[in-house]
């Protein structure tokens, strides 16, 4: 028991570091800047918010009949809320890098895929120590001390989809050279 309590105060210091950081330090990377999309991001967000709510949906159906298939659950409770989140948070993410609706007109693109990368170099480490450490699986049921390993995965398909959006922008630039 005494290690649960460890992880959940790990966990509950780990969301306020990020929460108090991100409200001291908002201003500093906005730079008082307003966020601003033109009116073609603006209906691919629309589109993207649409299809992030209708991965959940589908997530939430494919995890109901996994768990009717298998007879139990796989998951813990805190682990089906958050693979749905995740799954509808990167659905909308990639979708609207893709289509070039993610960064607002003045975002500091370079900045933001540091800031990436260094979540997920930390998620990578903390699910890296999880495994270690055990806990992960109990009981043939995959716990929430696995969710460092879901949110790096996440990261990284929205690090790899940033890579494909700068290589088509690429090869745009080079046409319109080339014209």
């Known amino acids: ?12 210091l780990g969301i ?5 950081f991100g409200l001291l330090f908002r201003k500093k990377f906005s730079r008082g800047e307003v966020k601003k999309y033109d009116e073609r ?3 691919i967000r629309g589109r993207a918010y649409k299809h ?4 959940m949906l589908i997530t939430i159906i494919l995890l109901l009949f996994a768990e009717f298939l298998f007879g139990r659950p796989f998951l813990d409770k805190w682990m089906y809320s958050l693979i749905i989140i995740i799954v509808g948070s990167s659905v909308f993410v990639v979708y609207t890098i893709v289509f070039d609706a993610y960064f607002y007109i003045s975002m500091d693109r370079k900045k933001y895929i540091t800031i990436l990368m260094i979540a997920a170099v ?9 495994i270690i450490s055990g806990g992960v699986i109990t009981n043939g049921i995959l716990t929430v ?16 989809a940033i890579n494909f959006r700068a290589k088509i ?3 745009l630039a080079k046409r319109e050279d080339e014209d």
């Open 52 to 55: 992030g709510f209708k991965s």
């Open 122 to 130: 930390i998620n990578l480490v903390c699910a890296v120590l999880m």
């Open 1 to 12: 028991m005494g290690d649960n309590n460890a992880f959940n105060v790990g966990m509950f």
């Open 16 to 20: 306020f570091i990020v929460v108090v």
């Open 145 to 160: 001390k696995s969710i460092n390993i879901f949110v790096t995965l996440m990261l990284l398909v929205v690090i790899a």
């Open 41 to 43: 991001q603006e209906l």
């Open 169 to 171: 922008d690429a090869q």
